[in-house]
């Protein structure tokens, strides 16, 4: 999954762990964060995953091309 990319999660996550999800920009939508930024590749947004994991965040979606 290259390109753009947009992950919804729940919660409120402060923008100082922009540089922590490898700068994606962190924006809010109601109650959810949301990190949108170019995915290098396949490795880089399973690297991102795996950081909203080892957070114990709960993921909402992940869209492509948005």
């Known amino acids: 999954m290259k390109g753009k990319t ?5 919660e409120h996550l402060d923008k ?4 922590w999800f490898d700068g994606m920009e962190i ?5 959810n ?6 995915m290098k590749d ?3 947004l399973r690297g991102i ?3 909203i994991m080892d957070l114990n965040l709960k993921l909402i979606s992940v869209n ?3």
Request: negative net charge.
């Open 27 to 31: 924006s809010y939508e109601g109650d």
């Open 33 to 38: 964060t949301i990190l949108s930024g170019i």
């Open 6 to 10: 947009k992950i919804k999660i729940q």
């Open 64 to 66: 492509p091309g948005e």
């Open 49 to 51: 995953l795996n950081r």
């Open 16 to 19: 100082k762990w922009e540089d």
């Open 42 to 44: 396949e490795a880089h």
